[in-house]
């Protein structure tokens, strides 16, 4: 199969829409400034025409208005709002042509299952999923939008000190992403061990953690590089050897032996296809002697 030419770029929701005076201040030294500034780097330039699809929100407005208002503060004036809340207006020429004429779309937060209900298997899915194959396309999404993308999505799940089996809701999403399960708000909201029974329960998918302000830039279907302020933990269940998942009664315990989990910053890569993990090392960081372990 040809790896798709488009970008996926799936953050971890609560991405920073304007900087304090001590960030703008060091900004330069960190190099962390609006992770929304990666849609651009990848879209293009500020002439880029954005979409924003708010069809999760229940507030499309407020956030229509707030996202218009950020990418405007990054010269960016050519930005509309689709708000997609029926498969009729996904199914509309008017909206076909809008993202046909987009170099980048970019999916609010809200509820992930409200963006698979509207927009799964509609026209505009289908020609979202096209131009990610064969054009220059960015397709990004933050929060739903980001665990949206996954073919077997996380629609649901309670958060707690135990793994329980059934605690996790799965949904069918965009299938933009077949091999990996995306969760947002990861270490905030401490969902640990719903993306853990997702891999469990599909260990051939790699499972993709982001923290807020945090996002992962995949290209050729298969890099992918960490971007913004926090961590991305990645869980890779090809490994396990005590998966008794399918076997066990509802509300009992899971135990998972010799899952892989890697834990990512800004400008670290991971190879999806390869499963290998690619640390940056930046002597003006770094105190001291730096070791490299093979």
């Known amino acids: 199969m040809t790896d798709p030419k488009g970008t996926l770029i799936a953050i971890g929701g609560n991405e920073k829409k304007e900087l304090n005076d001590t960030e703008e201040r060091f900004q330069i030294h960190f190099g962390e400034g609006f992770i929304l500034q990666d849609i651009l780097k990848y879209a293009g330039d500020s002439k880029s025409r954005i979409e924003v699809i708010t069809s999760a929100s229940e507030i499309p407005e407020v956030v229509g208005r707030k996202y218009t208002e950020t990418f405007k503060r990054l010269g960016v004036e050519n930005v509309g709002i689709l708000n997609i809340i029926s498969r009729q207006r996904a199914n509309h020429p ?89 969760d947002s708000h990861f270490i905030r909201r401490h969902r640990f061990g719903r993306l853990a029974e997702a891999v469990a329960l599909y260990p051939d998918k790699l499972g993709v953690g982001l923290g807020e302000d945090t996002g992962v830039v995949i290209t050729e279907g298969n890099k992918l590089e960490i971007i913004g302020s926090g961590m991305v933990v990645l869980f890779d269940g090809s490994n396990l050897v005590f998966n008794q998942y399918h076997q066990l009664k509802n509300k009992v315990a899971v135990s998972l032996a010799n899952l892989t989990v890697h834990i990512l910053a800004t400008k670290d890569k991971y190879y999806i296809r390869e499963k290998k993990a690619e640390i940056h090392y930046d002597a003006n960081h770094h105190k001291g002697e730096f070791t490299k372990f093979e």
């Open 94 to 182: 008017k909206t076909l042509r809008r993202i046909e004429e987009a170099d980048a779309i970019l999916f609010s937060g809200g509820d992930q299952c409200r963006i698979s209900r509207f927009l799964k298997e509609t026209k505009s899915h289908h020609l979202i999923v096209d131009r990610y194959i064969n054009d220059s396309f960015v397709i990004a999404g933050t929060s739903a939008g980001a665990v949206a993308m996954s073919e077997e999505m996380i629609a649901g799940g309670r958060t707690g000190n135990i793994l329980r089996k059934d605690d996790l809701k799965m949904g069918k999403g965009l299938g933009l992403m077949k091999q990996v399960i995306f």
